[in-house]
């Protein structure tokens, strides 16, 4: 079952430092793209490895992909041996990047994100701009595809900025 509020929700709780991006972002932003999986970037550091191996393992995340009954510790150094992680959880798909194609990480994201209300919490979303960055450096079919309706968005956003 895909329930972005709770994965949104246990980040946010376990004090994780997060920007949402991908996909989800751009349902923030307007898309009405379907996705079946949340994106973030998080910060690198020992604290917030700590923080996001928490969450993770309250979402009881495994390897997305990985063969049935692989050992996978799910723990900061872990975390912090790696870069990219796709994990099916308890809410669903969750991708985890540290350092997404196209940027130069949690703090490249952070400086431009809006922070938005979700039932009552607030969830850093990257700029569409930046948004659009990333797709454009991931250059996968599916980004490809999405970039023409961001880029609609972006324009939309822009047009009503200028006519207040």
């Given at each position: 079952m895909f329930d972005p509020v709770r994965t949104l929700r246990v980040l946010v709780d376990e004090g994780v430092r997060?920007?949402?991006?991908g996909g989800f972002a751009g349902r923030f932003w307007g898309s009405n793209s379907i996705t079946n999986d949340v994106d973030i970037c998080y910060a690198r550091d020992r604290k917030n490895l700590e923080a996001l191996a928490s969450a993770l393992r309250k979402l009881e995340a495994r390897l997305r992909g990985a063969p049935a009954g692989i050992l996978f510790l799910l723990d900061a150094r872990?975390?912090?041996a790696g870069d990219h992680f796709t994990f099916e959880t308890n809410a669903g798909n969750l991708d985890c990047l540290g350092n997404p194609a196209g940027s130069?990480?949690?703090?490249d994201l952070?400086?431009?994100?809006?922070?938005?209300d979700v039932e009552g919490m607030r969830?850093?979303?990257a700029a569409l701009e930046d948004v659009i960055r990333l797709k454009k450096a991931a250059g996968r079919p599916k980004d490809r595809a999405e970039l023409e309706i961001l880029g609609a968005l972006l324009e939309e956003i822009e047009r009503n900025r200028k006519k207040r």
């Amino acid at each position: 079952m895909f329930d972005p509020v709770r994965t949104l929700r246990v980040l946010v709780d376990e004090g994780v430092r997060f920007v949402v991006i991908g996909g989800f972002a751009g349902r923030f932003w307007g898309s009405n793209s379907i996705t079946n999986d949340v994106d973030i970037c998080y910060a690198r550091d020992r604290k917030n490895l700590e923080a996001l191996a928490s969450a993770l393992r309250k979402l009881e995340a495994r390897l997305r992909g990985a063969p049935a009954g692989i050992l996978f510790l799910l723990d900061a150094r872990t975390l912090e041996a790696g870069d990219h992680f796709t994990f099916e959880t308890n809410a669903g798909n969750l991708d985890c990047l540290g350092n997404p194609a196209g940027s130069r990480g949690y703090l490249d994201l952070i400086q431009g994100a809006t922070d938005m209300d979700v039932e009552g919490m607030r969830i850093p979303v990257a700029a569409l701009e930046d948004v659009i960055r990333l797709k454009k450096a991931a250059g996968r079919p599916k980004d490809r595809a999405e970039l023409e309706i961001l880029g609609a968005l972006l324009e939309e956003i822009e047009r009503n900025r200028k006519k207040r």
